[in-house]
């Protein structure tokens, strides 16, 4: 049984410019109790998505499932659903318990019930402290874990999060993932949450979906989607720096990188399309693989970022440490024929054949 079942949904609005699809028969279903991120870029569809499982759009088309109920036309008090907005929406004038137990008291939930379920969340989001104070008396993640509590009081199975880190500074949404990762594992909650940020996807989610133009681009794991994207979309999508892709034309015995006449590092039928490797595959060596003019190098601790260019293209290098490198110095870039990705000439990833990357094959 799904928790989640999304088939085949659409939302439409016409404008003046004509009809804009933002979420285009669309299908994928979640499993219970796990957190699930529809990810990508602005207008890609992802919060249409997420308020059309809320009930808070209507679809123009398709079938959603929760718990293996229809709930395509029932509105959001039916749904048994809780959510958390991007904006915190709390109630400046009322008290963070106040705040919190406001939905179940509009349900008339008995007062003691009340009182222990308040205990119980507070206690689970450290704010038994502070269930006497204002919003305004609160931080930024104080405020979070209320806009939290205040969804999980209900004790509905599906909790949808749209958002609920982007009005937090870097340091505390990195322990905001934390705790929001370690509650649902707690509560063994499902989860639907959507962002822009990968490394929020990727450091949190058991599934992620990535969307682009309202069309799944890809659905998978984390690993699935840095391993093995799907396509150039996805492959530029996740990834700090992304993925390099590197243009390919015939060379002498195969396909090589575009402006540099060799080593080749596919078969020949692979000329036309695209070579993909990560910074982070690609190593230095003293004198083999290809060599390549440094533009810049950014020294960032553990690593060095450098921006180099191949041929007539550039191509990102993550490496260790510091290099003795600057702008100007030659470099030899290497990499592992395992590390070799190929998109054809219409954007699709395939294995790629491993007989020619000895060229390239680090040591």
Known sequence: MSAIAVENVSKHWTTADGQVRAVDAITFALEPGTLNVLLGPSGCGKSTTLRLIAGLEAADGGRITIGDRDVTALPPAARNIAMVFQSYALFPHLSVAENILFGLRVRRTPPA????????????LGLTALLARKPSQ??????????????????????????????????LRAEMRLEIRALQRKLGITMVYVTHDQVEAMSMADRVILLNGGRIEQNGTPVDLYEAPANEFVARFIGTPPMNLLALETGRDGAVIAGTGGPDVLPAHCAGGKLGVRPEHIGLAADRGHRAA??????????SLLTCRLGSQPLAVRVQGSVGLARGDAAWLTWAAGAQHWFDAGGTRHAPPARHAAATQMA
């Open 138 to 171: 609160l931080s930024g993640g104080q405020q979070q874990r209320v806009a939290l509590g205040r969804a999980i009081i209900n004790e509905a199975p599906v909790c949808l999060m749209d958002e609920p880190l982007s009005n937090l500074d870097a340091q």
């Open 113 to 124: 019930e009340c009182d222990a379920r308040l205990a119980k969340v507070a206690d689970l």
């Open 294 to 303: 440094v533009e810049s190098v950014e020294y960032l601790g553990g690593d």
